[in-house]
């Protein structure tokens, strides 16, 4: 039976104009020296020698013309500014295809279930990105389910066409700005057919490089520094409640010094501030965390799960519900940064949830 979990990940290979190749360990090295300051220890932690580790270093140096690497006796080790561009990349990468591969691996792990026999029933989750919803793949051996990312309005799109048993939307736990996201997304709503199941909360708001622009604590602040703002895709939940909040505050869009770039997870928005390349960013506070970055919340939000109760079946929702109850489950939650279980398997109402945090 295949009860193996496959996974995607991103490699990188550098190509000369002689078609060298470089090889993607040279990414793990660079990152345990930054991290440990010794090529001996960060040889042993890429699980190469030292030989290997010192001639990955020259030939890097020689393909590009420059120095990954700083060594000075009695100093240890410290990447160049090329090996810290190089390093940063590679995390930005990640964390901008991170979402899109496990969503690729999900689908090729149903596709393999499928040819199976006797393998139990899966749900299908269409979520947006979350550190909460990407345990779930993890307790496979209570339920299957195959987690697909997507933003808001897709995921209820395909909630409402069947091509998924499950969609997360969040709000904010603020009522009235809870009430503006539903307003916001009521063609999607409308025919009263959606349950929702509590899941968990989690925490919303600037992230900024420790030490920099501490001055900058409100949007008000954020508004008047002109600092460069990198912000999610115009689709994410994440990018109206940020919109919402200037709205709130009485900030235009235009008030803030956006990037012309857009980020589609998170995780991307926290890599691109702590690489220098934007001052300022809006995201969870999980992200912030990851990446060593100060963290100001502005707002907490209920991440839900939806069903529609006109086609998802009792018995097929009832392990979900038992797994996201559970205790481990539940510690699991705890041990995030920023999010906290939120009487998980609960089955509400948006009128019930709102009426509560009123």
């Known amino acids: 039976m295949h009860n193996k979990k496959l996974t995607i990940s991103p490699a990188w290979i550098f190509r000369t104009d002689t078609d060298e190749l470089f090889e993607p360990i040279l990414l793990h090295l660079l990152e345990n020296i930054r991290d440990s300051g010794k090529l001996t220890h960060a040889a042993a932690a890429a699980g190469i020698s030292y030989r290997h580790a010192w001639n990955l270093l020259k030939r890097g140096a020689d393909i590009f013309g420059l120095p990954l690497v700083e060594m000075r006796k009695g100093h240890g080790s410290t990447l160049s500014t090329l090996g810290e561009k190089l390093l940063w990349a590679d995390q930005r990468v990640k964390a901008r295809l991170g979402p899109e591969l496990e969503s690729m691996a999900s689908e090729l792990n149903d596709q393999i279930r499928q040819l199976m026999v006797g393998t139990q029933p899966m749900l299908r989750l269409h979520a947006s990105h979350g550190y909460s919803v990407a345990l779930l793949p993890e307790f496979s051996e209570q339920i299957k389910i195959n ?3 997507r933003n808001p309005k897709e995921a209820l799109s395909a909630l409402n066409r069947g091509e998924c048993d499950l969609a997360s939307f969040h709000v904010p736990t603020d009522p009235l700005l809870a009430k503006q996201i539903l307003s916001h997304y009521q063609h999607f709503l409308a025919d009263n057919q959606h349950q929702v199941i509590r899941f968990v909360t989690r925490s919303e708001g600037l992230m900024l490089r420790k030490g920099c622009h501490d001055d900058v604590r409100t949007l008000q602040d954020l508004s008047a520094s002109r600092l460069s703002f990198i912000g999610r895709n115009r689709d994410s939940g994440t990018r109206l409640l940020f919109n919402l909040l200037l709205k709130q505050q009485g900030l235009s869009e235009d008030s803030i010094n956006r990037s012309s770039q857009q980020e589609y997870t998170h995780t991307a928005i926290a890599a691109f501030v ?8 809006f995201g969870i506070q999980t992200a912030a965390d990851q990446f060593g970055l100060n963290f100001i919340e502005l707002a907490r939000e209920h991440y839900l799960l939806l069903f529609r109760k006109d086609r998802l079946p009792a018995d097929t929702l009832a392990p979900l519900l038992k797994l996201i109850r559970s205790q481990p ?30």
């Open 274 to 281: 702590a690489s220098g390349m934007a001052d300022v960013g």
């Open 329 to 358: 489950f539940i510690e699991r939650i705890g041990n995030i940064a920023g999010y906290a279980p939120d009487n998980p398997g609960e089955i509400t109402t948006f009128e019930q949830l709102i009426a509560e945090d009123t």
């Open 147 to 149: 987690l697909q990312y």
